[in-house]
T-cell receptor
Framework: DTGVSQDPRHKITKRGQNVTFRCDPISEHNRLYWYRQTLGQGPEFLTYFQNEAQLEKSRLLSDRFSAERPKGSFSTLEIQRTEQGDSAMYLC?????????????FGPGTRLTVL | GQSLEQPSEVTAVEGAIVQINCTYQTSGFYGLSWYQQHDGGAPTFLSYNALDGLEETGRFSSFLSRSDSYGYLLLQELQMKDSASYFC?????????????FGKGTHLIIQP
């Protein structure tokens, strides 16, 4: 069990550019979540997958954001036409069906800075 | 929807006991979770209360009272490494949501 991994750990981009982040959940965890966290705040839920199906999207997830989990394993989160307000830590988490969705294991996050 | 309120900062002395409170307002509620996050680190699961009462895990205990829409995290025998932010979180049963809603976090400062 290697834990949840995320890549890259840091990303600096210019406003208007597209960025893509990757998350590899703990193996055999069928649920995968994306959150966004800004300084001094708790994580904010963005979206959630059960296997390859995207089951829930927060209203925070604008049309510029898209997430995929094509084979039910790793997931990608893409932000198109980035804005300065997108600067945040993007966290991925996974959970095991038998433990329930309230026990989530978080990755180290990808820190996005939009200049 | 739901919101969770917790104090922004708590200060305690090494070796002491500290309680971090969390109150919530929600139309429906599955239970209350607690997560720890060190500066620059990822949130780490600590405990989950599905039912009213006390759950104990080593030096950490968590309590839930659904009738009072209230819970707390109790940390005993505080150590310097416990300095971190602590978040309460819950899921809203009203919309069948599995994403967690987090409070803004309580920054715990441990003094020697």
């Amino acid at each position: 069990d290697t834990g949840v991994s995320q890549d890259p750990r840091h990303k600096i981009t210019k406003r208007g550019q597209n960025v893509t982040f990757r998350c590899d959940p703990i193996s055999e965890h069928n649920r995968l979540y994306w959150y966004r966290q800004t300084l001094g705040q708790g994580p904010e839920f963005l979206t959630y997958f059960q296997n390859e199906a995207q089951l829930e999207k927060s209203r925070l997830l604008s049309d510029r954001f898209s997430a995929e989990r094509p084979k039910g394993s790793f997931s990608t989160l893409e932000i198109q036409r980035t804005e300065q307000g997108d600067s945040a830590m993007y966290l991925c988490a996974s959970s095991l069906a038998s433990q329930g969705p309230d026990t989530q294991y978080f990755g180290p996050g990808t820190r996005l800075t939009v200049l | 929807g739901q919101s969770l309120e917790q104090p922004s900062e708590v200060t305690a002395v090494e070796g002491a006991i500290v309680q971090i409170n969390c109150t919530y307002q929600t139309s429906g509620f599955y239970g209350l979770s607690w997560y720890q996050q060190h500066d620059g680190g990822a949130p780490t699961f600590l405990s989950y209360n599905a039912l009213d009462g006390l759950e104990e895990t080593g030096r950490f205990s968590s309590f839930l009272s659904r009738s009072d829409s209230y819970g707390y995290l109790l940390l005993q025998e505080l150590q310097m490494k416990d300095s971190a932010s602590y978040f309460c979180a819950g899921r809203d049963s009203g919309g069948g949501a599995d994403g967690l809603t987090f409070g803004k976090g309580t920054h715990l400062i441990i003094q020697p």
